[in-house]
């Protein structure tokens, strides 16, 4: 059955959820799906090329022609957030509240909108045992915030049924976060390297992207070891990740779930002293005038 057919089924679902996730912290996910797990997901288009075989395909469309494919949990199936770049982009969270957590996964997609999304990476995407991080599994989300508040990121191994003993585990995460969303509207490939000595992970536009500008990075992200960044109210920001030095991008590309939670931007001390001075002051005129 073909990732369209499926949104047929779903369709009823996602129209009856829409009302309610406009107004709550909820995640939309791409429908895009490959046969094989070493392909690159993600892909915002199809596009049937030059070549013989009639099939339309992600990498074809270079990320700028053909059919878009629709997304779950937004308006009419639309690309989230207003997005035009060309990059593969997998999955966009809406956080509304200060306080909300969200959880990104094909099962989370699946209880939501009746369809499970394609989320996995490579062991090695963010970074292989070489140094050299690959854009072929490397997936790329989006996080909002409409209150400015900080924001931490979890991530955790769902594996794969029937996986061989001994083949590498995605049991540590890179991730890096941007500033923006991808704005290149050009010919994309999903072939090559990033995040290694030429193209650090400090590099802003690691993809040949346009309008990201580097934030943070963690090399050590998993269920128990967080990244977090303050997110400003209204940006959104562009998170890159995949397996850190657990393999290449093509070893044990499993499913991961991804768990985002929220807390209150630290007031620093100095500001609350001064607010005890300025209290203090105020006091003491009050008692001056009456007297």
Excluded: C
Aim: no cysteine; charged share 10%; aromatic share 8%.
């Amino acid at each position: 059955m073909t990732q369209f057919k499926k949104l047929a089924i779903a369709g009823a679902v996602t129209a009856l959820m829409m009302s309610a996730t406009a107004a709550e912290a909820h995640v939309s996910y791409n429908t895009f799906t490959t046969t094989a797990t070493s392909q690159t997901d993600g892909w915002t288009r199809t596009f049937d090329g030059a070549d013989a075989d009639a099939i339309a395909t992600g990498p074809e469309s270079q990320g700028n022609k053909g059919t878009l494919a629709p997304w779950l949990g937004t308006s009419g199936g639309a690309l989230p957030f207003g997005y035009t770049g060309s990059s593969h982009l997998n999955w966009a969270a809406e956080i509304h509240a200060a306080g909300d957590s969200l959880e990104v996964s094909a099962a989370d997609s699946l209880a939501d909108y009746g369809v499970a999304a394609e989320i996995d990476t490579g062991a090695g995407a963010w970074k292989d045992t070489n140094g050299t991080g690959w854009k072929h599994q490397t997936d790329i989300g989006l996080i909002k915030s409409n209150v400015t508040q900080n924001v931490t990121i979890n991530l955790s191994t769902l594996g794969i049924a029937g996986t061989p003993a001994g083949l590498l585990v995605n049991n540590n995460f890179g991730v890096t976060v941007f500033t923006g969303m991808d704005t290149n509207t050009g010919n994309y490939s999903h072939h090559g390297s990033w995040n290694n000595a030429t193209k650090p992970e400090t590099n802003s536009n690691p993809f040949g992207t346009a309008n990201l500008t580097y934030l943070t990075h963690d090399a050590t992200v998993d269920s128990v070891n967080g990244l977090t960044f303050t997110a400003l109210a209204g940006q959104i920001y562009s998170i890159y990740l995949g397996g850190n030095g657990v393999g290449t991008w093509s070893q044990n590309v499993s499913d991961y779930k991804l768990n985002i939670t929220t807390s209150p931007v630290p007031v620093p001390g100095a500001v609350w002293l001064f607010g005890s001075a300025l209290a203090g002051f105020v006091g003491l005129r009050r008692r001056k005038m009456a007297a």
